[in-house]
């Protein structure tokens, strides 16, 4: 089983910082990409960032600039810093990553998603 745990969300005042981080942990062989989504009611969720095992690195055009991403390879996890944060920004940032597995069997898993609030 390969589990995704998410941690760092909060509330926050618009051009403040957060640091969200997600963990992967389980029966995992390797990781070929993990990424931040977010999504807010009644709408879609949508890409925030994503990033390769081997660093390369894409982001929507809405945070570059503010958001970086990062990982580490060593400890399955990846970073989401997010600086000069706007009300907009709101929403439950979820993590996920394709994994795959020592039966090799691939698959994108999921978190269960952080609150991130922006007060304006």
């Known amino acids: 089983q390969v589990q995704l745990v998410e941690s760092g969300g909060d509330l926050v005042q618009a051009g403040g910082s957060l640091r969200l981080s997600c963990a992967a942990s389980g029966s995992i062989f390797s990781i070929s990409a993990m990424g931040w989504y977010r999504q807010v009611p009644g709408k879609q969720r949508e890409l925030v960032a994503r990033i390769t095992g081997g660093g390369s690195t894409n982001y929507a055009d809405s945070v570059k600039g503010r958001f970086t991403i990062s990982n580490d390879n060593a400890k399955n996890t990846v970073y989401l810093q997010m600086n000069s944060l706007k009300s907009e920004d709101t929403a439950v940032y979820y993590c996920?990553?394709?994994?795959?597995?020592?039966?090799?069997?691939?698959?994108?898993?999921w978190g269960q998603g952080t609150q991130v609030t922006v007060s304006s």
């Open positions: 996920n990553a394709d994994i795959t597995k020592y039966d090799r069997d691939s698959s994108r898993y």
